[in-house]
């Protein structure tokens, strides 16, 4: 199979979809990898090692895109790629169509079979290609949360860790999965008040067992996260629902009983976000502010640590990679259903059902397309 490898191109995204180690494992299994010039830079991986690893080094985006039958990105299209879409092609990277309209009607236009990272599941019930990006950007919730809520930049002036004979700061955490749990370290390292909610009580047993006393958890009820809310300097978003578009947990009315200058840090705005006043944002102009309340809700929050995210990332994802690359999507995805389970659009159709239902869309059977 011929693979393509673009230069992200998204506001401030500096990661890349396949290291040059990667390269090396789909040469090595007879693949040919076209890589655009400069693809790897903003990872630190220059063209010379590409090239090393046995990568066809092309000068224009264009020529990856057309000359390949399997694109690996990390981020999902934007508009400005939208052409480059086609029938005969794979797409594999994340997707998070459930709160993307446009990039899902022209993935269906297209014909493209777009295989998203964030739904490929494990046979623990996992999201393994998800996760890595999880963990990382559930660490850097906490630190962006703390840093808005410095005075200088339109917080509350409120050190997490606070000080001696000074009460610390307050971090509420919505969900405790891969994302709270990370950030739930941080916040609990950096010496804050935690409390973290959810709503499965096993997960919150578990949270106790590992945090104890250093953590206060809750069950996830409106009562408990308005009144979590009320007491926080930074609140943390971290609900996912695989492939659907995240619940809806504090609405604006809500912002009222916050405190003015306290952060609320969305990192489920991939997937629509969980507050009612989240609109995505950039690295480039990361905050807004609504109501009194400083909201942080930058898309590929990764993207900042690229280095780190792209070879956590590249390790997740490149074993799936190379079984498309060795017996073509629709083999693949017959033989191993956790990779099924990552095809959310194919031959013009949507096939995975929590992105179906978040646009209301009809929802096509998979096994009987790949048959």
């Not at 995204?13 to 903003?42: I, N």
Request: one cysteine or more; charged letters at 20%.
């Amino acid at each position: 199979m011929i693979i393509g490898l673009v230069k992200e191109i998204k506001n401030h995204e500096y990661r890349v979809g396949l290291t040059p180690s990667c390269v090396a494992a789909y040469r090595a299994a007879g693949h040919r990898v076209l890589v655009e010039s400069g693809a790897g830079e903003g990872a630190g991986f220059e063209d010379c090692e590409y090239r090393e690893a046995g990568a066809e080094i092309v000068k224009a985006a264009a020529e990856a895109w057309n000359g390949a039958e399997m694109v690996v990105k990390v981020k999902e299209p934007i508009a400005s790629e939208y052409g480059y879409l086609r029938k005969d092609l794979i797409l594999y990277t994340y997707l998070h169509l459930a709160a993307d309209r446009p990039l899902t009607e022209a993935l269906l236009g297209a014909g493209t079979s777009g295989v998203a990272y964030e739904t490929i599941s494990d046979a623990q019930g996992g999201l393994p290609c998800l996760a890595p990006m999880s963990l990382i950007a559930g660490r850097m919730a906490v630190a962006e949360g703390a840093k808005y809520l410095q005075k200088t930049y339109g917080g509350r002036g409120v050190l997490l860790a606070g000080a001696p004979g000074v009460e610390r700061g307050r971090v509420t955490i919505i969900g405790g999965g891969a994302v709270g749990t990370e950030a739930c370290k941080i916040a609990v390292g950096l010496g804050a008040e935690v409390c973290i909610l959810d709503v499965r009580a096993a997960r919150l047993a578990w949270i106790d067992d590992i945090f104890g006393s250093r953590v206060q958890t809750l069950h996830s009820t409106p009562a408990n996260i308005r009144k979590s809310i009320a007491e926080a300097d930074v609140v943390v978003g971290a609900v996912l629902i695989p492939g659907k578009k995240a619940p809806k947990l504090v609405a604006r009315s809500d912002l009222a009983c916050m405190k003015k200058g306290s952060v609320l840090v969305d990192v489920a705005v991939d997937q629509g976000g969980c507050f009612e006043t989240t609109r995505a944002t950039t690295h480039q102009d990361p905050v807004f502010v609504v109501d009194g309340v400083v909201h942080y809700c930058v898309a590929n929050m990764p993207g900042a640590v690229a280095r780190t995210s792209t070879l956590a990332l590249t390790g997740a994802t490149l074993s799936f990679g190379l079984l498309i690359a060795e017996k073509g999507l629709a083999a693949a995805a017959r033989e191993n259903e956790h990779l099924r389970r990552g095809i959310n659009v194919h031959r013009g159709a949507c096939t995975f059902e929590g992105v179906a239902e978040s646009l209301g869309l009809p929802c096509a059977d998979i096994e009987k397309l790949l048959a």
